[in-house]
């Protein structure tokens, strides 16, 4: 081991008062930086901290070792308060290679700690990361703390007496560091431990192997005294609301919020969709949870899907379709069927960079133009958005609400940031949502199938299989009284106004629009929905500690937008949008309200930083 | 399954709905709405457990004439919402009525999985070779020459032969009928509904309008039955005005032929028996068209296969045979901490 401590006065101190911190564990996609990263955050929820991931992958499988497209990365931020974003900069890099080292050092802390795998270090590896010189040697690295282990040979050495190939043994090398880092932050291994022994077996070699690496990580950190700030350092658990916390990730939440809204409703769900980054994990999750009277469809295409759910809805049963933008795009046409037969459907979107393939893996807010106007004609829909891992559940909840009450497609905007990152979740309990039963049509008397709620506007539904309601629909523009097709130019005009005038009185069904942080007037209003919450709730807060009149209003119901949103957004001098697009929320408000809005934008694939909203918020309370 | 209710029996009018009918006079569509509405109270279904499904094109507008549950949907897509219908309520009997466009063309990749996937659905293709709604353009099935608005000069492109890709899709059954056949489509429409997986048919369609007579060849009176031949599972294919013609193999070309009977030695017992279990024969049956052959019309290829909609059933039945899924208790399950 060699410890530089560079003296070069650019070595701030740690993290001020400890009470959180950022490590960022990277290397090439096939090192399991993923479960090394998801592990940790286990091990460090169950220590009781808060805490925020960052999954940050290549689109690549296995993209060709040592290249800098190949790195992947994962982020965790933790501490003793309330932690809102997988942090700006990391403290720590743990990088198991040269090219992951390359892609990571200029995104750390001054004066942070590097980790570096010495074993990963030969000629050929520098050179392939695009060094011209080994960094370690040409002063790249003079602002960091630098600590050198070979850890590639200290897992090898540990593993091999298990009777596993060298390639096995050289995998171990996650686990080994999870185990020197859990010991760096005091984290109980038993989890991991557990999580190991479940996923080999107890007597797999292999599993023996990646158990001893873990250990052996641990004991190295013991052993070999480890100075200064790579000592042991112990975080008091952080101070939340009571009851029973597990972390959950987007993916989760998400899925498990439309099982439970499906039985608030009273309804079994199909779940048709058709494989796509990110969105994918919904489909395996709803595909192991049949017992909930869930039905799962791999579609043959993202339309197929889409029409599959619709053909479910149709049958009486909550049809869910779940993508991400490209085949959001495809499932356009059917959404309009959806909306023009009024029938319920929950549509996730899990967003990602684009145009087109864009960024796979990449995090992106891009697609609410997409949801709020994407469809030929007039074709309004509620859109709904998620802000938070956790918060998925209740978003899917609404979806579900909304889609059956108001006999309508709704979208759910989440993206891949909220969707692969973790937090730590308080469990609900069922018990504490009210149920909202789905009643079918089955009276004859006076029927037929646009028959309308005059409150809600939604039609009755009416499924097949109930004597005497035989009726038909389709696309063809229906008439108001009768549900026949009509081509009168009145009645499309009737059934126009109809449909918008149904969206739009869901404003009156859903929750005014609040502040998050600070006054419902003053100088500046942060405005931002989706993930961004995370960065512009603790850019606010910061603010307002320094004395800045600053105010963070989240919106969650997309379209229509809440009542009072206009009225209030006016009663502030300065209205700043913060998202990661090129400014649709910001063009949806100015063009709702005729706010003279500013934006924050970004579309770096990379969430929103805190500091960066900060930045904003200065400038914009600097200029007149 | 249905449940069949005491109630009256119905006739063919308690199956058309009160929706005026809007194909061209003369249109095809019309006879078989009508061979539809008598079959299916020959056949004695409820109408409130029949559902029919459609894209978009003339032969879609069927489900609007039905006094059934009836959904046009959009183009191409009806495979797939039927299908997702199946799924969620297995016990209807679903029909889907589409045409060569709506089938072949923008829906095909629907129409290859719904058949490979089997999923017991019935499906009526109307195939007319050509566009009919959008006012005559050439369609996948139409023949290389067809002049239309498309394709002044004649079309350039290969058709499809619907049978040939239903087959090819791993259909398990397949059959064709001609519209103004009323009573053999009938056969074939409990023979479809009977069949549990897809079943489809292809229904030879005029239109009168824009494709008028395009298979005068062998449907006119005067040729049919030298142009036809209807199989049925256990006979000799034998056809011909006077009885005297038969499909028999030829093994040196591993190809069907026409034999006649009486003439070079060809007996009776040369003729194939048609075995509609032989998916080898039905390829070569599908394939055998006018003007070289004569149509082949009735059930050309029966194998039924688990349906898809049962198989997803059957795993749904086996994940809910521990009761029902406890979500407080899903959520709480692995890793979880209390904070006081």
Redesign the interface.
């Known amino acids: 081991m060699n410890l530089q401590a560079h003296d070069t006065g650019v070595a701030t101190p740690h993290t001020s008062d400890l009470d959180s911190i950022v490590v960022r564990f990277a290397g090439d996609s096939g090192d399991g930086v993923q479960l090394l990263g998801s592990q940790f955050s286990?091990e460090t929820?169950?220590a009781?901290n808060s805490l925020a991931t960052f999954p940050d992958f290549p689109a690549e499988i296995r993209a060709p070792t040592g290249t800098t497209y190949g790195v992947s990365a994962f982020q965790i931020n933790f501490g003793s308060r309330l932690i809102k974003t997988a942090g700006d900069q990391p403290d720590v890099l743990v990088a198991l290679n040269p090219a992951a080292l390359m892609v990571n050092y200029k995104g750390l802390r001054k004066g942070g700690l590097v980790i570096l795998d010495a074993g990963a270090f030969k000629d050929k590896d520098i050179k392939r990361a695009g060094f011209a010189v080994d960094p370690r040697l040409d002063g790249t690295l003079k602002e960091f703390r630098v600590m050198e282990i070979d850890i590639s040979t200290q897992a090898l050495e540990v593993a091999k007496p298990f009777g596993v190939s060298q390639k096995e043994a050289l995998r171990t090398k996650n686990l080994w560091v999870l185990g020197l880092v859990s010991w760096m932050y005091d984290r109980e291994l038993k989890?991991t431990m557990e999580y190991v022994s479940r996923k080999f077996g107890a007597e797999d070699p292999i599993g023996k192997a990646n158990l001893a690496a873990l250990n052996a990580g641990h004991a190295y950190g013991e052993t070999h005294e480890l100075s200064g700030d790579v000592a042991p350092v112990s975080m008091p658990?952080v101070k939340?609301?009571?009851?029973?916390?597990?972390?959950v990730s987007g993916a989760e939440s998400l899925a498990?919020g439309l099982?439970?809204g499906a039985?608030l409703a009273g309804l079994?769900m199909?779940l048709?969709s058709y494989p796509i980054t990110p969105s994918s994990p919904i489909l395996h999750i709803l595909a192991r949870?049949?017992?909930?009277?869930v039905?799962t469809?791999q579609?043959?295409?993202e339309?197929?899907?889409c029409?599959?759910?619709?053909?479910?809805s149709?049958?009486?049963?909550l049809?869910v379709t779940a993508s991400s933008g490209p085949g959001i795009a495809l499932k356009t046409?059917?959404i309009?069927?959806a909306i023009g037969?009024e029938l319920p459907l929950v549509v996730v979107n899990t967003q990602r960079g684009g145009p087109s393939t864009g960024l796979p893996t990449k995090t992106e807010q891009s697609d609410l133009f997409l949801a709020v106007f994407g469809r030929n004609a007039d074709a309004p829909m509620p859109v709904i958005a998620s802000r938070a891992p956790g918060d998925c559940f209740d978003v899917a909840i609404e979806a579900v609400r909304l889609a059956t009450k108001y006999m309508t497609p709704v979208m759910l905007l989440s993206d891949g940031y909220i969707a692969n990152a973790a937090e730590p979740w308080?469990?609900?309990?069922?018990?504490n949502y009210a149920p909202f039963n789905v009643q079918f049509r089955t009276d004859p008397e006076g029927f037929h199938p646009f028959l309308r709620d005059p409150k809600t506007l939604a039609r009755v539904w009416a499924?097949?299989?109930?004597?005497?309601?035989?009726?038909?629909?389709?696309?063809?523009e229906r008439d108001y009284n009768s549900g026949?097709?009509s081509y009168d130019a009145a009645n499309h005009q009737k059934m126009t106004d109809t449909r918008a005038a149904k969206i739009n009185n869901i404003a009156d069904d859903i929750p005014e629009q609040t502040v998050e942080v600070g006054e419902t007037q003053g100088k500046l209003a942060v405005v931002g929905w989706g993930s961004t919450f995370g960065p512009i709730n603790r850019a606010v807060f910061n603010m307002r500690a320094k004395g800045l009149d600053v105010s963070h209003i989240h919106i969650r119901h997309i379209w229509p937008l809440p009542r009072n949103l206009g009225t209030l957004l006016k009663s502030y001098e300065k209205v700043l949008v913060a998202e990661m697009n090129n400014g649709q929320m910001l063009q949806l408000l100015r063009g709702q309200y005729l706010v003279d809005a500013k934006g924050l934008l970004k579309v770096s694939g990379q969430p929103i930083k805190i500091a960066e909203v900060e930045d904003a918020i200065r400038s914009q309370l600097a200029s007149a | 399954m249905n449940v069949q209710?005491p109630a009256e029996k119905l006739t063919p009018k308690d199956f058309a709905?009160d929706?005026e009918v809007r194909w061209c006079p003369g249109c095809g569509d019309y006879a078989i709405l009508k061979a539809m509405h008598k079959s299916l109270a020959d056949m004695g279904v409820?109408?409130?457990?029949t559902?029919f499904?459609s894209g978009?094109g003339c032969s879609s507008r069927f489900?609007?004439y039905?006094?059934?549950?009836?959904?046009?949907?959009?183009h191409g897509?009806a495979?797939?919402?039927?299908?997702?219908?199946?799924?969620?309520?297995p016990?209807?009997d679903i029909w889907m009525v589409t045409g060569d466009g709506d089938a072949l063309s923008i829906g095909g990749?629907?129409l290859?999985?719904v058949l490979r996937r089997n999923v017991d659905i019935n499906i009526l293709l109307f195939n007319n070779e050509i566009y009919g709604l959008t006012k005559g353009q050439a369609s996948p099935t139409s023949r290389i020459g067809q002049r239309s608005p498309s394709t002044p000069m004649g079309s350039v492109d290969s058709p499809a032969e619907a049978c040939v890709f239903a087959l090819g899709c791993n259909a398990r059954f397949i059959a064709r009928g001609i519209d103004v056949q009323a009573k053999e489509l009938g056969e074939l429409f409990s023979r479809a509904r009977a069949h549990k997986g897809a079943s489809f048919i292809e229904i030879i369609q005029n239109c009168i309008v824009y494709n008028d007579a395009t298979f005068a060849s062998f449907t006119e009176k005067a040729v049919a039955a030298e142009m036809q031949l209807h199989v049925k599972h256990g006979e000799r294919m034998i056809f011909g005005k006077e009885r005297n013609k038969g499909i028999r193999f030829n093994a040196q070309t591993f190809a069907l032929e026409v034999a006649v009977m009486g003439e070079n030695g060809v007996t009776e017992a040369d003729i194939l028996v048609h075995d509609e279990k032989n998916r080898v024969v039905a390829g070569l049956l599908a394939a055998m068209r006018p003007p070289q052959f004569p149509e082949v019309l009735g059930v050309i290829y029966c194998d039924p296969a688990p349906s898809y909609e049962a198989a997803?059933a059957a795993?749904?039945a086996a994940?809910?045979a521990?009761?029902?899924?406890d979500?407080?208790k899903?959520?709480?399950a692995?890793?979880?901490?209390?904070?006081?």
């Open positions: 286990q929820a169950l009781g989890s658990s939340v609301e009571a009851g029973t916390y597990r972390l498990w099982v439970a039985q079994e199909v048709a949870l049949k017992q909930f009277g039905t469809f579609a043959e295409d339309i197929a899907a029409c599959a759910a619709i053909g479910a149709y049958g009486g049963k049809g046409e059917a309009g069927l037969t308080r469990i609900p309990s069922m018990a499924k097949p299989g109930t004597p005497g309601l035989m009726h038909r629909i389709g696309g063809i026949n097709i | 209710l709905s929706q409820r109408p409130e457990n559902v499904v978009i489900p609007y039905m006094a059934t549950y009836g959904f046009h949907t959009i897509r495979p797939a919402i039927a299908t997702g219908l199946k799924l969620a309520r016990e209807l990749n629907h290859f999985h997803v795993q749904d994940a809910r521990k009761g029902p899924g979500l407080d899903l959520m709480r692995g890793n979880t901490w209390d904070v006081a």
